[in-house]
């Protein structure tokens, strides 16, 4: 199963830097063997990172979506819209939208399916809270989170979708968890997907692990069974540190 490592960048970078980091990035390019490797700016910089990606085999995805085609959604953005700059993923769920926008379940599952039925490849991130993995649920929150999303969904591709299992107290705090923890995360997720979804879709399903990945860490998480690949905030919005990223993790896989 190839690794798959995408840039989350947020709310970073305007258009004219989105280019810029893309047109320096393809210098480096020829470096990502193994690796399946994508950006996602934010939605104003998408045209400019897809002009200056053409013919790249860097590739692009956005860091949400609505359900819906078209209509009165102030502020929103449909798949048709993605798909016309050659966005191929879509990152949903993420914890800061689950936080600061109030995102649970009875929203994310609509925009999975919307992102199946458009043929985009969603990246549907789950992860407990400091708070939950001192209770000692992250099992439980895990479980809540796929099902939430996944159960009774006809999900036709399996190999199309990304899980990232993304602990809220690892991101942006530099303190990443241990590639046993992030091994145990995924075994488990695997069981919930197995369970989720209809026989050997599971298997198909890659699993990222994201928090604080650096080139000096990333080693540690792809050597892990479970774990295919890394989504990456802080450490890939500098060239070099996410091109480092990448080509540490191309090297750990090739060994
Ligand atoms: P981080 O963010 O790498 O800055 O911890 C990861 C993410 O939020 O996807």
């Known amino acids: 199963m190839k690794m798959i490592i995408a840039a989350n960048w947020k709310m970073h970078k305007t258009a004219a830097e989105a280019a810029s980091f893309c047109l320096d990035i393809r210098q480096r390019e020829e470096q990502f063997k193994g690796i399946e490797v994508l950006i996602c700016p934010p939605f104003t910089a998408l045209s400019a990172a897809a002009s200056e990606l053409k013919g790249s085999k860097v590739k692009l995805g956005a860091q949400n979506m609505h359900w819906e085609p078209k209509g009165a959604q102030t502020g929103e953005i449909s798949a048709g819209m993605l798909k016309e700059f050659g966005v191929e993923y879509v990152i949903l769920g993420h914890s800061e939208r689950r936080h600061l926008m109030a995102e649970d379940s009875s929203r994310i599952r609509p925009k999975v399916e919307a992102?199946?039925?458009?043929?985009?490849?969603?990246?549907?991130?789950?992860?407990?809270?400091?708070?939950?993995?001192?209770?000692?649920?992250?099992?439980?929150?895990?479980?809540?989170?796929?099902?939430?999303?996944?159960?009774?969904?006809?999900?036709?591709?399996?190999?199309?979708?990304?899980?990232?299992?993304?602990?809220?107290?690892?991101?942006?705090?530099?303190?990443?968890?241990?590639?046993?923890?992030?091994?145990?995360?995924?075994?488990?997720?695997?069981?919930?997907?197995?369970?989720?979804?209809?026989?050997?879709?599971?298997?198909?399903?890659?699993?990222?692990?994201?928090?604080?990945?650096?080139?000096?860490?990333?080693?540690?998480?792809?050597?892990?069974?479970?774990?295919?690949?890394?989504?990456?905030?802080?450490?890939?919005?500098?060239?070099?540190?996410?091109?480092?990223?990448?080509?540490?993790?191309?090297?750990?896989?090739?060994?």
């Open 115 to 255: 992102a199946f039925q458009n043929k985009l490849k969603p990246i549907l991130c789950v992860g407990e809270t400091e708070d939950q993995r001192e209770k000692g649920i992250t099992e439980q929150v895990l479980e809540e989170q796929l099902s939430g999303v996944l159960k009774e969904l006809e999900v036709d591709r399996p190999e199309d979708l990304v899980v990232a299992y993304e602990p809220v107290w690892a991101i942006g705090t530099g303190k990443a968890a241990s590639a046993d923890d992030a091994e145990r995360a995924a075994q488990y997720i695997k069981k919930c997907l197995a369970e989720l979804l209809t026989a050997g879709g599971a298997e198909k399903v890659r699993i990222q692990y994201g928090g604080s990945v650096k080139a000096e860490n990333i080693n540690e998480f792809v050597s892990s069974p479970a774990v295919h690949g890394a989504l990456v905030g802080g450490a890939s919005l500098e060239v070099d540190s996410f091109s480092s990223l990448v080509e540490a993790a191309g090297k750990a896989v090739s060994n």
